[in-house]
């Protein structure tokens, strides 16, 4: 009898946790987890259902960052109800990692309070690294800026139209580029594109840890970054026919800068994730299948899952929860939100005043 009230006590708890998807709206992060969402999975050939590289993370502790932020991922963050994001790290500047940089720059600062502050890679020229990027990032958006501060920001005080780039050097391995809050989050170089600058990322927080490749080739770098890590993000090139009737480019783009499948299948069979992602993937019902079996043909066992868009991971100590996001179809960003034209309403008072 005392057994069966036990398993009743404990069944509750257990329903909750078989729970399929996170809503948005009403599911806090638990304090002793780190979760990652998926906000693009794709590859610059952005999708209606996939578009490019991006990841929000929330610590249990409260803090949230981006990881990447891809052409079109922007969407997916607005949909999550996240738009007063304030910290980016930065893998490396392909637009398909970067481009919607813009969007958070502008649109955000209405939620956002203090300065956007953006950690990336420097490059083999000045101008080829982070500072000189964000620097025509703003002149980009001068205009923009200029015309919303004159209007919108009136009666404000605060950071929030700033933007401060903290750029790293490339070359160094295993550098914690972030400490703060207990959390470190420590990039490494990695081989894209045979330019310098691409750099694999790790979190590392409450004994917790996860790593993304950002794109790159096979390398002992990352490899050395992913040891012991609790999940590993890996990009990968596919799915893929046969090598020999790829183009030239193709061909050449796999030497130097890509994972493809089975080679995911062998760092994760080298580092022993106990969850392994494949990522950047084109996804769909007829490549599914091929991506796992290119995969399992090195790396027989062991928790895998193709990315998606929304796909959310819980890292905690009893393990790795992959679940999806569910979110609005027709979300609003905080531009939009009633509330943010409520906490406006002084400044367009100002506003008024001074075209009286
Ligand atoms: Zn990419």
Redesign the pocket.
Known sequence: MRIAIALLAVLPGLAAKSTPWVYSTDDTVPEDTIRITTLGSG??DVRRHQV??SFLIEIGNGDKFLFDM?SGSYQNLLATGQYAIDKVFLS?L?S??HADLASLYVNAMFGRKVPLEIWGPSSEKPELGLAASIEGLRQFLAWDTFARRRVDMIGRKDKGDTVIAHEFDYKIEKQVIYSRDGVNITATPVEHYTTGGPSALRVDWNSLSFVYS??THPTRTLNELAEGTDMLIQ?IMGPLPAFDTLSFESQYLLNTSHFTPAQAGEIFNLTKPRLAVIH?ATVNDASREALVSDVRDKYPKGGLVINEDLAVYDISKEGVRHRKRIVPERSWGFWHAESNWNSLEAGQQQFAALYK
């Open positions: 590859t610059p490019a590289s891809g490396h392909h398909d990692h950002g794109d990009q950047h």
